[in-house]
């Protein structure tokens, strides 16, 4: 018979109530307390969930041996003291993307949940995506042949953020789903560039690239300052290339398309002399497979309810949360100098 789990979230803001919702609507789950100081969102979390008891002070929910994990949904320069804190009373642990802001601390988290036998998870929810795993099994399958490249763009006139430029506030995502194509691989260097046009030292746009030692290039783009809203990712193979679009109906689309290199009449082929091949241009079928769509959110809070049952690691656990983050704080480094860094 599965345990019912008791839980407290801490922070209820603009991305809070979607978490409360999924947690809320979980059969094994009791959100027990929601850690709030903001009385307009206290307001709505008493009229929106009332069964769960609104608080101020994080202490009561920290000493209260009734609750088995804590929900991290504070700003991200709040997310290791928090959960630092919730470690060391000995609760299981999901925070908001990223697990902290620099990967000294990330790496304490990580070393704190394992002395702790703690569940540590972050949440970054394009893993727990259908279209993404999709994409994941079409490379993992090599159907597309050899990688070449892959690029996203996640950009929108949308919300401004005063604490954290574009590239911590959009580009963990986009982070997140290449260390998970690239099956973990932290790639060997990375460079950046952006510029701050609205407000002084928080760059609007930043453009980064990615240098992986097989030779698979990867390129981010993300904005605040775009006409449309775009939440596109392309990777292109020697054989097919596949489009995830994930604020389309179709989320995947592959493409049979391609360059390849083939002998010339007579001639045996030898890659380092262009004479003895021809460059063939390939187009084939284009498709749109059916995925079978789950809100991420709800599979993501379901997972982490699943390893605090069984005891087990997080797809989304300590070393993907703690990669992320190097690969961010790296990859701001290089936006800051102007040079190429590696990892």
């Given amino acids: 018979m599965t345990t019912k789990i008791t839980i407290a979230q801490i922070g209820c803001g603009y991305w809070g109530?979607?978490?409360?919702?999924?947690?809320?609507?979980?059969?094994?789950?009791r959100v027990k307390y929601v850690a709030e100081i903001n009385p307009e969102r206290q307001a709505y979390v008493r009229s929106n969930f009332p069964r769960s008891n609104v608080v101020e002070d994080l202490n009561v929910v920290l000493e209260d041996d009734d609750v088995d994990a804590i929900i991290v949904a504070t700003p991200a320069s709040t997310h290791y003291a928090i959960a630092h804190q919730a470690l060391e009373k000995g609760k299981d642990v999901f925070v908001e993307k990223p697990l902290a802001t620099n990967t000294i601390d990330a790496e304490r988290l990580v070393a704190?949940?394992?002395?702790?036998?703690?569940?540590?998870?972050?949440g970054h929810t394009f893993l727990y995506n259908a279209a993404v795993r999709y994409a994941k099994q079409l490379l993992d399958e090599e159907s597309l042949g050899q990688l070449y490249y892959i690029y996203?763009?996640?950009?929108?006139?949308?919300?401004?953020?005063?604490?954290?430029?574009?590239?911590?506030?959009?580009?963990?995502?986009?982070?997140?789903i290449l260390l998970f194509l690239m099956k973990g691989e932290l790639p060997e260097s990375v460079s950046a560039s952006g510029v701050s046009y609205i407000q002084p030292g928080i760059e609007d746009v930043?453009?980064?690239?990615?240098?992986?030692?097989?030779?698979?290039?990867?390129?981010?783009?993300?904005?605040?300052?775009?006409?449309?809203k775009v939440r596109k990712m392309t990777l292109v193979g020697s054989r097919k290339m596949v489009v995830y679009d994930d604020v389309s109906d179709d989320k995947i689309v592959v493409f049979d398309k391609g360059v390849d290199r083939v002998p010339k009449i007579g001639e045996r082929m030898d890659y380092d002399q262009p004479a003895s091949y021809q460059l063939i241009h390939r187009t084939g079928d284009i498709w749109m497979p059916r995925?079978?769509?789950?809100e991420p959110l709800k599979v993501?809070?379901?997972?982490?309810l699943e390893c605090i049952q069984k005891r087990s690691t997080p797809l989304t656990g300590p070393q993907h949360a703690r990669d992320v983050v190097k690969v961010m704080e790296t990859t701001q480094a290089a936006l800051s100098s102007g040079e190429i860094v590696s990892l």
């Fill in 206 to 228: 930043v453009f980064a690239t990615l240098r992986w030692s097989n030779g698979v290039l990867g390129h981010i783009q993300v904005s605040w300052l775009d006409p449309g």
């Fill in 300 to 304: 993501e809070a379901g997972h982490f």
């Fill in 112 to 122: 704190l949940a394992d002395k702790q036998k703690r569940i540590l998870m972050a």
């Fill in 152 to 176: 996203s763009q996640r950009l929108n006139l949308g919300q401004v953020r005063t604490d954290v430029n574009a590239w911590w506030n959009l580009a963990p995502h986009d982070v997140s």
């Fill in 291 to 294: 995925i079978s769509f789950q």
């Fill in 17 to 29: 109530p979607n978490i409360l919702r999924n947690f809320s609507a979980q059969p094994d789950c």
